[in-house]
Structure formats: structure tokens, C-alpha cells
């Protein structure tokens, strides 16, 4: 069981020492959906709420997620969430964020800061109660939490040379279809024993990748509750897949634009990036 799964194993008997205030704060803790519910603002400053397939994927409890999706369907926020639900529950952790290069990494490092920067609460659980004393940005940027967790940011490049030596309980990879092979495997020998695997991406058509492979059905392949054409299982990797479509503001006239803007519903670019599936190669 990695860490963070033993944090939350514990919950329920700390509850009960706990006075009405922390039980509150503890619930609030309790799943990553929650958590993101209660702390997350929208770039306007307002509250964002989860829409129901960004629920659905971050409070999946599998080791290994990976995402068939389309673009802005809500990936960075969702990794974002998880990182700060980690930093805010996991004593002693270490996550690793992965992606072909820093300019991927770099969003998901905006979107934390602006989060942070956003929330009376989130400053509270990073180490020193400040973003300032938290984080280190050379040789990579890294945050750590006030119990003693790291989050390292670190691009696979050709081969994953940046992962060497490192040992993590989490991984998080970011536009994963662009992770090479020998990076791929290098960033997979980091995961500690029991730990947590999570990739994103939309696809880009190629068959060559680990990505790809990891994202077809296979004979193994079944749905846990009920016939979710969104969710299936490759292997031991549970795959989520959100076209565009997912949106809570799709609608005709969206679908639309969005076929004007990529040259037509058959080209690569939109089936790649509305629909979310591998097509043909751009």
C-alpha cells in the first residue's frame, strides 16, 4: 500500500479522537474530490467545482490511471488537485512530475502557484506555512509539504536521464503520448513498490508508444460496475477516455466550431483533440 492509501486508511480512527472542528477539516481531506471542491478557484477568482468525469477519474483508487483524452477537458486542474491533496495528507511522500519537456511542466507549475495563491487554506500545509519557503526551484522545481512530502518536477527528454536515482511513491505523467520508450521504462523503474502511477495525455495517432499500448483493450478488459463506455481496464491499467463532449458547456453549436477550427470531423487534429481518440497520425 503506498503512503498516501495508509494516510487514508487511518482517517476513520483518527476521527475519533478528534473534536468537531477537526473531524470537519478531516472530512474535508478525506477523498481528492473533495478536497478540490473546497479549495479550488476558477481563473476569475470563484470557486470551481469538479465537472463529473474530472470526479469520476480523481477519486479512481487504482495504481495505474491512464487518460485517452480530448484537450480542455480539464486535465491540469485535475493534476493539479491531486498534487495539493498529496502535499495536504501524505506524511513523508515523494511524487514525481513527469513530462517530455519543461514547457508541459511549466503549466502544471502555473496552475499550482495560481491555486495556492488563491486559497486562505493551501499555504497551511506546505512546509514553513508559505509558497515562498516551500518550494526550490534549482536544479527542478520542487515543493514540499509541512509533513516533510516532495513533488519534483523533472522533463523525460530523450531518455529520462533526469529520473535516474530518484525513488517515488507517486507518478504523475503529463502529455504522456510524447514520453519516448527508454524514458517510459526509466520513469517506471522510479515507482516504489506498492506506489501509484497516473498518466495523461491526448493521443497523437502513433502505435509505437507506450501510451498507446497502455490505453488498448485488451482480453482482460471489463467494467467494474456498470457499461461505462468512458472507462475500461488495459492489462492493469485503468483508462479513462473524455471527448470533448464531457464538457458541461458542450454544445451543437460548439461541436461545430470546433469541427471549422480543425478542418473537418475527419481529420487527425479533431479526432485527436475533440474526440479524443488515436485516429490517424497528425
Not at 212 to 229: G, I, L, N, R, V
Not at 259 to 271: H, I, L, N, S, W
Request: glycine letters at 6%; one cysteine or more.
Amino acid at each position: 500500500m503506498s503512503q498516501s492509501a495508509t494516510n487514508r486508511a487511518m482517517l476513520p480512527i483518527m476521527a475519533a479522537k478528534l473534536s468537531p472542528q477537526e473531524r470537519a477539516l478531516l472530512n474535508l481531506l478525506s477523498t481528492p474530490a473533495q478536497f478540490c471542491d473546497a479549495v479550488l478557484h476558477n481563473k476569475d477568482g470563484t470557486p470551481r467545482t469538479l465537472w463529473p468525469n474530472q470526479r469520476k477519474s480523481i477519486d479512481c483508487r487504482d495504481r495505474f490511471v491512464i487518460h485517452q483524452d480530448a484537450t480542455e477537458v480539464g486535465k491540469t486542474i485535475e493534476i493539479a488537485g491531486l498534487l495539493l491533496h498529496f502535499l495536504a495528507t501524505t506524511r513523508g511522500g515523494s511524487c514525481l512530475v513527469a513530462a517530455p519537456n519543461t514547457a508541459h511542466l511549466i503549466e502544471i507549475i502555473n496552475e499550482l502557484e495560481y491555486q495556492i495563491g488563491e486559497s486562505p487554506i493551501l499555504p497551511q500545509f506546505l512546509a514553513g506555512g508559505s509558497f515562498q519557503k516551500a518550494i526550490t526551484k534549482q536544479p527542478y522545481y520542487t515543493i514540499k509539504s509541512m509533513y516533510k512530502s516532495v513533488v519534483s518536477f523533472r522533463p523525460a527528454g530523450k531518455d529520462g536521464n533526469a529520473y535516474k536515482s530518484m525513488h517515488v511513491d507517486v507518478i504523475i505523467a503529463d502529455e504522456a503520448a510524447g514520453i519516448s520508450r527508454r524514458a517510459w521504462n526509466q520513469l517506471f523503474k522510479r515507482l516504489n513498490p506498492g506506489g501509484v502511477f497516473r498518466a495523461y495525455s491526448y493521443p497523437d495517432g502513433r502505435r509505437d508508444t507506450p501510451y498507446y499500448e497502455h490505453t488498448q483493450k485488451t482480453a482482460e478488459a471489463f467494467y467494474e460496475d456498470s457499461p461505462d463506455p468512458n472507462s475500461w481496464r488495459s492489462g492493469n491499467w485503468r483508462v479513462f477516455h473524455f471527448p470533448m463532449s464531457v464538457r458541461p458547456d458542450w454544445t451543437p453549436a460548439r461541436e461545430e466550431e470546433q469541427a471549422r477550427e480543425f478542418g473537418g470531423r475527419d481529420t487527425p487534429d479533431y479526432q485527436h483533440k475533440v474526440l479524443g481518440i488515436h485516429g490517424t497520425p497528425s
